[in-house]
């Protein structure tokens, strides 16, 4: 071979190579995933364009930095932002100001020359229960005098830090600012404008604010801050990234740092059908480095973790333990208050237990976040251990990689953490799974983790493959890489305990919706990857819900919505019911395990319950009333012909257990009843070219998703023509970024466009619903990760993020699968 050749050869091998690593875009990147609490993610397509986040956005940073020579690379995330606090806001500290609630505020309320001598005086922040300490309102207005005093006024960016619950209007200095409608759900940084910045002066200001309550919770409190310039991380260089890889456990980033390669690979073993390693409360950082240019290079990499993975707010203290145990260097932190189940709703994260970072052969110390990175950089910078109590804290860790040719050198960090109690169920709190084994301690799952780490990544390797093996041979290359995005993210919605009454529990949070525990019509349309992969899982999302009803704290002849809200699953806290969706959704979840496990045995354990619940659905499933279905967020509907398959399938369904349990008689009744519902559904639902949306309302029409089951569980219920009929009429309505949920709506659910897709006759059309499912996921500029409520028209989320429900999206491996004969022993 000439050279020439070489260099064409080369050439194509790197692009083929680039080719191979440039295929993942990812609205947001998994790094860290565990559980709904334990959970980190990359909100950029480079590593070290963004600070890494919880799934709720708040800021958990991860920094990373690579030092070849004397010179340094920022290659994972970015410095949090530092402000100073020019007024305080709650969450840092209580202020006293002057407030009046309800009636009409007097005009020139927020004027500083008003005089509110009248108005009460009380501490900040306002609302209901989530504002302790503060001052309760739970009204419908409130407005707000804060005053304070600057001695200069700011020259730097002034943010103001607003948390409001409903719609908020600030002034400054009597002239308006920022207005904001809806709740924002957690205190944001909002820049002012360079017109409201100059209304600031020295001496005394006001900030005057007034919130409207439109209805559920009630919160407003805000504040000022300067931002403070960072110059350590402009003088640090950007490591290049040349490549990202997203697999079903792992996600693998690839720089250039001059004259050194290094690979980053973060890897959560999540393995749905090994328990012990599912439950393990430890991820990995891999780094591994070689020099490209054929020298050695003196190599050194840190590793930074904010202490911010153990806290709700920023601004709680917490106190960080260093020590070695089992080869292993350990930093733990956590909260000083330790408030052990204390905090339940949505945008919360967890402020009790301990976050560990761990490594072998490596230096560990404790930083402010003002001076972490510089403690690496800077010549001066302190690297102590003795720094134990503070907030906004940094646990660093160096490892001296010593000289670097050719051959990869490679370290790995472990990151950890023990929550101690996971959930209350039913007054009971209950431990994490990997917490049940005797003598069970996190220094032990520390250093088991260290010592299976070969075989853990081997493991994870296996199922990345099977993973999108699986879903390319029942999809296609667009459809498989849509169930790797899913992968981590449906399962890390979860969290696996053990009920008192010793069965299994793999309870959900209903993430960005309303933090519900264990939603039923959660799970439904979570449920395609767990019937696969490990159907003692999808009985863990169904048992608390069989326990609710069975143990007769829920009384209702219908299933119950949810146990709660996270993580306290007491019992529904959800104001309405859905009687029609939840139980045709626990029936045919039901009927969905015996399916896989080719067993009715499950069935039998629930059947007195199943029974009860199906014939309600015999009474009123056929033509609903107007109640809510899992679309709630499009409000009630009565006459739902997509809810009225729900109840037939479920019928159907039902039959069909019984004659896997011998009960002939009763699968005759059942299975008469459900044939006849379905003719009769199929003549009341026809529209002519596609059936309704509604059976009052033929000029409507909407997804048919739920008769996908009928297909799946084989109950033949429906002819091919219906099928065939939905599928040719979807294909005229779809817009760029896939399928409307229904007539009254732009919007869609992704999930269900995957399980309408699943109904095709033919990979032309399977295909065709599909890929604009993927062409969203890959271009939506909404960067959170994976949202299942979008807009067709231009791909930006419309609500709910992180859910665990995009585990539907494996429904075509499912159908694939059942379709498949039964092996004949």
Known sequence: MNNLSKKLLTLLLTFCCFQLWAQDKLPSYPLITHNTYFSIWSNSDKLNESVTTHWTGKEQSLIGIIKVDDKFYRFMGQSSKQYNTIVAAGDERSERVKYQMEGTAATNWEKPSFNDQDWKTGLTPFGDDRSKPGTEWRGKDIWIRKKFNLSQVPTGRVMLKLFHDDGAEIY??????????????????????????????????????????????????????????????????????????????????QFKCADVDLDVTFTSPLILNNLAMLSSPVSYITYNAKANDGKKHSVSIYQGVSTNVAVDQPNQEVNVTAYAKNGLQILKAGTVEQ???????????????????????????????????????????????????????????????????????????????????????????????????????????????????????????KTDVQIYNDANKAGGKEYAKLCVMAYRQSISAHQLVKSPQGDLLFLSKENFSNGSINTVDVTYPSAPLYLLYNPDLMKGMLNGIFYYSESGKWKKPFAAHDLGTYPLANGQTYGEDMPVEESGNMIILTAAITAAEKNPAYAKKHWKTLTVWTNYLAQAGFDPGNQLCTDDFAGHLAHNINLSVKAIVAIGAYAKMAGMLGEKATEAKYNKLA???????????????????????????????????????????????????????????????????????????????????????????????????????????????????????????????????????????LAVKAAKPAIKK
């Open 172 to 253: 400054l200095n009597g002239q308006s600012i920022i207005k904001k409608l809806g709740a924002n759900g957690d205190y944001e940084m909002i820049e002012l404008s360079d017109d409201a910045k100059s209304k600031l002066i020295t001496g005394e200001n006001l900030l005057a604010i007034h919130c409207n309550n439109t209805g559920g919770g009630t919160w407003i409190d805000a504040g000022l801050s300067e931002e403070v310039v960072n110059t350590t991380d402009s003088e640090i260089k950007l490591a290049k990234q040349t490549g990202v890889k997203v697999t079903a456990t792992q996600t693998t980033y």
């Open 339 to 461: 408030p052990v189940l204390q905090k339940k709703g949505d945008n919360v994260r967890i402020d009790w237990g301990y976050m560990y970072v761990a490594a072998n052969g490596a230096k560990q110390y404790t930083a402010t976040e003002d001076n972490a990175i510089n403690s690496f950089y800077g010549s001066t910078g302190q690297q102590s251990a003795a720094l134990t109590t503070g907030k906004k804290l940094v646990l660093n860790t160096i490892f001296n990689l010593g000289s670097v040719g050719s051959n990869v050198v490679s370290k790995y960090t472990l990151l950890g953490y023990d929550d101690i109690y996971s959930v209350q169920y039913f007054k009971v709190n209950l431990k994490p799974w990997w917490r049940n084994q005797p003598g069970a301690t996190m220094d032990g799952a520390l250093a088991k983790a260290a010592n299976n780490y070969a075989a853990t990544i081997a493991l994870c390797n």
């Open 675 to 813: 044939k006849e519902l379905a003719v009769k559904w199929v003549e009341k639902a026809d529209a002519g070219d596609h059936y309704a949306l509604v059976f009052d309302n033929k000029n409507t029409w909407s997804q048919k998703y739920n008769m996908v089951w009928d297909k799946v569980l084989k109950l033949n219920l429906f002819p091919q023509s219906v099928y065939n009929k939905e599928i040719k009429y979807y294909l005229t309505k779809q817009n760029e970024y896939g399928l409307p949920l229904d007539s009254r709506k732009t919007y869609t659910k992704s999930d269900w466009i995957l399980w309408t897709a699943a109904m095709a006759a033919n990979q032309a059309d399977f295909k065709a619903l599909v890929d604009p499912v993927y062409k969203f996921a890959t271009e939506t500029p909404s960067r959170v990760p994976l949202s299942d409520w979008h807009e067709t028209t231009d791909g930006k989320m419309v609500g709910f993020q992180a859910r665990s429900v995009v585990g539907g999206y494996f429904m075509k491996v």
